[in-house]
């Protein structure tokens, strides 16, 4: 079943590691992505929500703050060259002369405060918004995919000239999100309905 219906997936598995139990560790997305890379809960983590206010700093939507530790700066205090690329969707960006408010949009400043460098706006799959997709018109995964891409490439040209750093690259994509999008936005969001429904995949 896997092989005929995610082939890319089954790819993933024979030429990398697979997890066969891992688990998702809170069912929204800020908090799930925050345990993540801090091995941590929210109730530790303080990331309790998904984050929705757009550029605003809400009280019911904690974001995740950049003196706990988490494998970026732990990896960049061991002398990694830890690269980001895609989607972040944990923090807000920095606060405009000094207002507790208001939150301007992401910059790889705010995100190097957590110990990961390069990366590369906009931020996407905040929402169902279709220009924050992964994949349709906004074709925010192919993005980050090349920009990781082209990272491996100047780490390789390095590696010739004699620069062996170690180096951690995390590529986040927004998918598997844009399936939220069925059946309200999907067309405007550049899919259209033969990619959602009419589709015989069986069981595993």
């Known amino acids: 079943w896997e092989e005929k219906n ?13 997890f066969d139990r891992a688990f998702c560790n809170t069912c929204m997305c800020s908090p799930s992505r925050a345990t ?14 998904t984050l929705t206010e757009g550029g605003l700093l809400s009280p019911q939507e904690p974001t ?24 972040w969707h944990m923090s807000k960006g920095a606060a405009p002369n000094g ?16 110990g990961a460098m390069g990366w590369i706006a906009p931020d996407a799959g905040e929402d169902v918004n279709p220009l924050n997709f992964g994949g349709g018109y906004a074709n925010h995964d192919a993005k980050y995919t090349a920009q990781a891409i082209q990272y491996i490439k100047e780490v390789k040209a390095q ?15 927004v ?3 844009d399936v939220l999008a069925y059946p ?14 009419g589709r015989e995949i069986g069981l595993p």
Not at 99 to 114: F, G, H, Q, V
Not at 159 to 173: D, E, M, Q, T, W
Not at 184 to 197: E, I, L, Q, V
Request: aromatic share 12%; charged share 15%.
């Open 36 to 49: 993540l890379f801090t091995g941590t809960y929210p109730a530790k983590h303080g990331v309790s929500q």
């Open 184 to 197: 309200k936005t999907a067309g405007t969001s550049g899919y259209h309905t033969d990619t959602w429904s």
């Open 99 to 114: 207002t507790k408010t208001n939150y301007e949009d992401l910059t790889a400043a705010d995100i190097s405060l957590y």
């Open 6 to 18: 995610l082939p890319t997936l089954t790819f993933l598995k024979q030429n990398g590691f697979s």
């Open 159 to 173: 590696r010739v000239a004699g620069n062996h750093k170690p180096y951690c690259l995390i590529l986040s994509l």
């Open 175 to 177: 998918n598997p999100h």
């Open 64 to 87: 995740l703050s950049n003196a706990l530790p988490n494998i970026m700066n732990v990896l960049w205090s061991d002398g990694y060259d830890v690269q980001y690329r895609g989607k």
